[in-house]
């Protein structure tokens, strides 16, 4: 489970992201100082989602310091300063994101996790070829190829045919209701039906097996390791 580090000292909406961004499947720690920033660093989060303004002083100072320390976690900036010299400036400091309050929440969740996909490698260096490699069951996932093998046998995927399996195969036991499907793997650009869904599940059962993924009736669908 991914890690991340609010940092906001309005109390309402620190509460309000930790319970957002919490029931997408995160870990959240609350900071509302720069002091108490500096002391939950230290817990090494996945992600940070920085304000601009604390009582103690600017985000952006924080920024420069860990940046100067080495420091590669993904940060959201989340402020109410629009202007774009503070854009820029935020990005030119060492930020990979920047939003403006008020923000789509939905639209939130995306750009974080499209910062930790990209932030691991990051964070730690490039990986090994074994450690981009994801196996289960029967199933071989490269996540820096794109490439997918059912029984050392490649499959041919289209991108969302992969990302979909991708989301499947990471939490096998979870059941994903389409809606969440469509929240993870289409995100907030495109508004699909849940009916794409049932199209993309279809078109990995036909290309790997009829049995890969289980429809788990009124609620979704699982991963069933073969």
């Known amino acids: 489970m991914s890690t991340i580090l609010i940092i906001e000292d309005h109390e309402n909406l620190s509460l309000s992201l930790k319970e957002c961004v919490g029931n997408d499947g995160y870990q959240i720690h609350l900071a509302d100082s720069l002091k108490s920033a500096r ?17 103690d002083g600017q985000g952006l100072d924080f920024l420069t310091e860990i940046r100067k320390q080495a420091n590669k976690t993904p940060v959201i900036f989340l402020t109410a ?18 939003m403006t309050k008020p923000f789509e929440p939905r639209e939130l969740l995306v750009r974080i ?22 196996n289960l069951g029967s199933i071989s996932i490269d996540r820096m190829r794109h490439k997918v093998c059912f029984k050392g046998n490649p499959i041919e995927l289209v991108k969302k045919e992969y990302d979909l399996l991708v989301l499947l ?17 289409w995100g907030y650009e495109v508004y699909p039906t849940t009916r794409t869904v049932d199209t993309h599940v279809m078109l990995l059962r036909q290309k790997i097996h009829n049995d890969l993924i289980e429809t788990v009736r009124s609620v979704g669908y699982r991963l069933k390791p073969l």
């Open 39 to 55: 002391e939950k660093i230290l817990l090494n989060p996945d992600l940070i989602i920085l304000d601009w303004m604390l009582p």
């Open 81 to 98: 300063r629009a202007d774009i010299v503070d854009k820029v400036l935020g990005l030119e400091m060492g930020a990979n994101d920047y």
């Open 113 to 134: 996790r499209v910062q930790l996909r990209g932030g691991q490698s990051d964070r730690n260096g490039s990986r090994s070829e074994e450690e981009n490699v994801f």
């Open 169 to 185: 195969a990471e939490s096998p036991e979870k059941v994903f209701s389409r809606d969440e499907i469509l929240n993870k793997v």
